[in-house]
């Protein structure tokens, strides 16, 4: 199972990387309410899949309940049923900034019964840390991050470069990845 035949987070299928699609018509676009952190804002997911691998049951997108106390901004949880493979869970996440210590979050984020005890799943979001603190800790549940380098884009580049941190990754379960990068 390759991930990227299943959900677009990465590149379409048979478009060259660093190219936009000239057409989404193979994916079907959703985006299920709203999260209410109690900060300012508001979280929005939305999501692209490919209709003739995968179907969604609308009425099982939610955010996870029991992380509403320990979380600003709970993951968002929604499960892919593949045609030829067993479902998938994926939770997407958006955690605190760096200043207001999204340590405690992924710590949260970890203990959670719901993420602890999730088979086949993807957790992908912004984690606000470097993979060397969230590593450890989503390892220890059973999850295996995939990115490797910087994510975050400086607002000036710099020596050439844009890139500055490693805060988004995702994370799997229970899969296994032909490939992922940025």
Known sequence: LRLKSVICLYTWSGVPQNTAPASINCCVV?????TRPPSLGVERYAYLWKKHVAAVN?????????????????????SFSLKQH????????????????????VRALAASHEIANASRAILAGDFN?????????????????????????????????????????IYTKDMTICTAGV
């Open 30 to 34: 959703a985006s299920f309410g709203a």
């Open 58 to 78: 609308r009425d099982d997108a939610r955010l996870i309940d029991e992380l509403k106390h320990q979380m600003d901004r709970e993951p968002y949880a929604l």
């Open 86 to 105: 067993p479902a998938v869970e994926l939770y997407t996440l958006h955690a605190v900034p760096k200043d207001k210590q999204p340590i405690r979050e």
């Open 129 to 169: 840390l470097a993979p060397k603190s969230t590593d450890p800790l989503l390892s220890a549940v059973g999850f295996t991050g995939h990115i490797a380098q910087p994510t975050s884009l400086n607002s000036v580049v710099r020596n050439g470069k844009y890139a500055s941190r490693q805060y988004d990754n």
